[in-house]
């Protein structure tokens, strides 16, 4: 598929995620087949005040292609100016724009979802970045209670100019509760000419493949499924290609992928910016005994010692595999 000039050699997409999506993550995430990634959301303002540690956000790694950088703010002209000194400073292959975060601290500033009561200024933001840039920029929605509202305001960011759009089929009252629903997207592709994302409960091949055969979108989102477990990606896929599951030992292939993450955060000169015992919990999450591990790491920085605790538990729950890693713990 191709976002503007922008080809794609796949339709699973990394979301980005505050505290998550930095190079390291985002890389491993590509490794395991991750079509797009996204960096964490930067702040407008923050860019145009000079805040070096948000504006980092944006760094990315030279193998990292195609790679988006999402920007959130109330501002049009703001957006704008800021999404101009990102392309300059970064290069990222695409500019996104969040209409959909939730998050209180964004919403009571008028940004991110806050955005979606006010279509018009949805607009101004769309244009004035897309007269800015010189890169394929897209918008990323949450769903409003009436789904002729969301159409209306996918059809917004379409004829402003985006070139593709995510819709998240949550409500921003829902946050990430309840169940997503896809009927939003499903009709949103059909009215639109853009590519339409689709993002929300895709966790592993059975529910991809529900929700591409339901809405009929362009490619999948995933935020929350990803996290701590990088090798999704390639789960999925090989589902989508074959219609079997991967038979892996879950315990291992996490293992294996926390000891690679440590070592891109080390090449990338990235640990002082992470919490190290905030990812090892998330990558033992839903692993059997991963609660040991997870009360073990809550009074260390230490890296080694995380990652002794996670062999340890390997060694005690060896070659367990799973259809889809997932269990209750």
């Known amino acids: 598929m191709k976002i ?23 890389m491993l995430c590509k490794k395991h087949g991750a079509a797009l990634t996204y960096s964490e959301m930067i702040s407008a303002d923050a860019v ?61 500033d008028g940004s991110g979802s806050a955005l979606l009561n006010f279509p018009e200024k949805i607009r101004e933001i769309v244009s004035n970045v897309c007269g800015k840039v010189d890169v394929p920029v897209t918008a990323k929605v949450r769903v409003l209670y009436d789904i002729k509202k969301t159409i209306d305001i996918a059809r917004i960011v ?12 949550r409500t921003q009252a829902q946050q990430y509760a309840g169940k997503a629903e896809h009927e939003y997207a499903r009709n949103i592709k059909n009215e639109l000419s853009i590519p339409v994302i689709a993002n929300g409960d895709i966790v592993d091949g059975l ?25 999704v990606f390639a789960e999925i896929t090989h589902f989508l290609h074959t219609g079997e599951q991967i038979h892996i030992d879950e315990c291992t292939q996490r293992l294996t992928d926390f000891k690679e993450y440590v070592r891109l955060l080390e090449l990338y000169g990235l640990e002082e910016y992470v919490d190290i015992r905030m990812h090892a919990r998330w990558f033992t999450r839903g692993i059997k005994g991963g609660r040991h591990v997870r009360q073990g790491v809550s009074g260390t920085q230490d890296k080694e010692a995380v990652i002794r605790l996670m ?10 595999a799973t259809n889809n890693g997932f269990r209750v713990n």
């Open 48 to 108: 145009l005040h000079g805040n070096l540690r948000t504006t980092n956000r944006g760094l990315r790694c030279k193998e990292e292609k195609p790679f988006a950088i999402q920007i959130f703010g109330n501002s049009a002209d703001t957006i704008a100016t800021a999404a101009s000194m990102i392309e300059e400073r970064y290069s990222p292959d695409i500019i996104d724009l969040n209409f959909g975060c939730p998050a209180n601290v964004l919403v009571k």
């Open 207 to 231: 529910s991809a493949k529900h929700v591409l055969e339901h809405t009929g979108c362009d490619a999948l989102m995933m935020g929350r499924a990803a996290m701590g477990n990088p090798h």
């Open 158 to 169: 379409e004829e402003a100019g985006a070139s593709a759009i995510t819709v998240h089929g």
């Open 4 to 26: 503007g000039n922008v080809k794609i050699d796949g339709r699973l997409f990394l979301a980005p995620m505050a505290d998550v999506t930095n190079p390291a993550f985002r």
């Open 311 to 320: 062999e340890s538990l390997c060694a005690q729950f060896p070659d367990e």
